[in-house]
């Protein structure tokens, strides 16, 4: 059973940089697809971004409203998931949580349901 902690957010000013970071337990290298999500003021829960990583096979997918300013990455020595975001907008708003769910390889890993989540970490982003 995979376990996720969020931990990184606050509060930062518009054009601004945050790295959201994600310890997880209870996890088999190259078994999970590990994401971002976020839920942000009057919409659904979005996929921010997702990877997976097995053998030699990485797989990466930042979701368009945040491409091009953000990055995922996962340092498996600390077990850790994180998500740097650069030039922030309001828009970005938000609670961003850490998900992951084993991997089906008929699906890529947005197009899958997670099934385990962090209890997310609060963005706030202001001018």
């Known amino acids: 059973q995979v376990q996720l902690w969020e931990s990184g957010g606050g509060s930062v000013q518009v054009g601004g940089s945050l790295t959201l970071s994600c310890a997880v337990t209870g996890y088999t290298y190259g078994t999970y697809c590990m994401a971002w999500f976020r839920q942000v003021p009057g919409k659904e829960r979005e996929v921010v971004a997702t990877l997976y990583r097995g053998g030699e096979l990485t797989s990466e997918y930042i979701n368009s409203p945040v491409e091009g300013r953000a990055a995922i990455s996962q340092d498996n020595a600390k077990n850790t998931l994180l998500l740097q975001m650069d030039n922030l907008k309001p828009e970005d708003t938000g609670v961003y949580y850490c998900?992951?769910?084993?991997?089906?390889?008929?699906?890529?890993?947005?197009?899958?349901?997670?099934?385990?989540w962090g209890r997310g970490t609060q963005v706030t982003v202001s001018s």
């Open positions: 998900a992951a769910v084993r991997r089906e390889w008929e699906r890529s890993c947005h197009e899958m349901t997670f099934n385990s």
